[in-house]
């Protein structure tokens, strides 16, 4: 009777011990998801909301299960965000490109014509929690050039790209401020 009695208390403290575990580990991963959710998926959704909102989002790309989008302006420069992944801390960001070129008809799909990306790109990180502007980097020619204001380039080796393209990177820059109510970091 007595070790009936001790397996019984045995068998309520292992079920209790896994219930307390079990209830702690989902506090914890349900802690983490409200922080990633208020500090990195929140800042994206509202530029999200607003290019999808906007005068310019008459078609969209991306897939529906992901939650990116991408807008063409009036100008044909293509206006993107691209979300946050679940639990992801350093992905995620605002995207401007210059307009596609015409190559010529798709060799593969007959009546279709063949385009390829605009030669600069305005990309933009946002800070955790605040949405602020955390890191801003050009593509210019092919090369990846990150900015501390619109005039200058972080490294000094990139500086002779950035002067030559200063009017490339402006309109960059007023399109962003256009679209999202971004406050850029300006140089004169």
């Not at 993107?80 to 010529?104: F, H, K, R, Y």
């Not at 200063?166 to 999202?180: G, N, P, S, V, Y």
Request: glycine share 6%; proline share 4%.
């Amino acid at each position: 009777m007595k070790k009936e009695r001790k397996e019984r208390i045995k068998r309520t403290l292992h079920s209790k011990a896994f219930i307390l575990c079990f209830s702690f580990l989902f506090l914890i991963l349900s802690a983490m998801s409200i922080a990633w959710y208020y500090g990195k998926y929140k800042p994206f959704h509202k530029y999200y909301v607003k290019t999808e909102n906007s005068v310019y989002c008459t078609d969209k790309k991306g897939e529906a299960d992901i939650k990116n989008i991408a807008v063409w302006d009036n100008d044909k420069f293509t206006l993107s965000v691209s979300m946050p992944a679940l639990w992801l801390w350093d992905d995620g960001n605002l995207a401007i490109t210059s307009p596609m070129e015409l190559v010529g008809p798709d060799p593969d799909n007959p009546g279709k014509m063949m385009y390829v990306m605009g030669d600069h790109s305005l990309i933009i990180w946002l800070e955790n929690f605040t949405g602020n502007i955390k890191e801003l980097g050009v593509i210019l020619d092919g090369r990846q050039i990150y900015l501390e204001d619109s005039r200058t380039a972080r490294y000094e080796e990139y500086q002779p790209y950035v002067d030559e393209n200063t009017d490339k990177i402006d309109i960059l820059f007023r399109k962003a401020e256009d679209l999202w109510g971004l406050e850029m970091p300006w140089k004169e």
